[in-house]
């Protein structure tokens, strides 16, 4: 999941507690690794998140739930959105060495970088070196 450098560092600080998004990731990936690329200034895989459940509903609804009601970021982000998605992290785990874009492209030349998230085939070349780095965050 690309997450902006900022917002990635909040979530791994454990001051953000919610990922907002347009759209859902769905509840099959409730409860599952997430693995995070800080899309900014890291331009990396920096580690990984659990969400344990996803909020939805219109902006006001999201916005009472989450106890944000006065986040302006939050309320410019959904603008006029008919849905809207709280991500609850339930935990975190930030690799000691992260996977920078430089790293990714000699794993896989043809990496393609995802703007809201994409699942990881295990034939992908990535796969192994992200398996090596959640077992080693257990």
């Known amino acids: 999941?690309?997450?902006?450098?900022?917002?990635?560092?909040?979530?791994?600080?454990?001051?953000?507690?919610?990922?907002?998004?347009?759209?859902?990731?769905?509840?099959?990936?409730?409860?599952?690794?997430?693995?995070?690329y800080s899309a900014g200034?890291?331009?990396?895989?920096?580690?990984?998140?659990?969400?344990?459940?996803?909020?939805?509903?219109?902006?006001?609804?999201?916005?009472?739930?989450?106890?944000?009601?006065?986040?302006?970021d939050i309320k410019n982000y959904f603008n006029n959105a008919q849905k809207c998605y709280a991500l609850h992290i339930k935990e975190t785990h930030k690799f000691s060495k992260t996977i920078t874009l430089s790293d990714l492209r000699k794993i896989d030349k043809n990496i393609i970088l995802p703007q809201y998230y994409r699942y990881i085939k295990e034939t992908e070349p990535l796969y192994k070196e992200l398996t090596m780095r959640l077992n080693e965050s257990i």
């Open 1 to 36: 999941m690309s997450i902006k450098t900022k917002y990635a560092n909040e979530i791994f600080k454990g001051t953000k507690k919610y990922e907002y998004r347009r759209s859902s990731i769905g509840n099959k990936n409730c409860n599952k690794k997430i693995v995070i």
């Open 41 to 72: 200034t890291d331009k990396a895989i920096i580690g990984y998140m659990i969400v344990d459940k996803i909020l939805e509903g219109n902006l006001d609804y999201i916005l009472t739930k989450t106890n944000n009601e006065r986040n302006n």
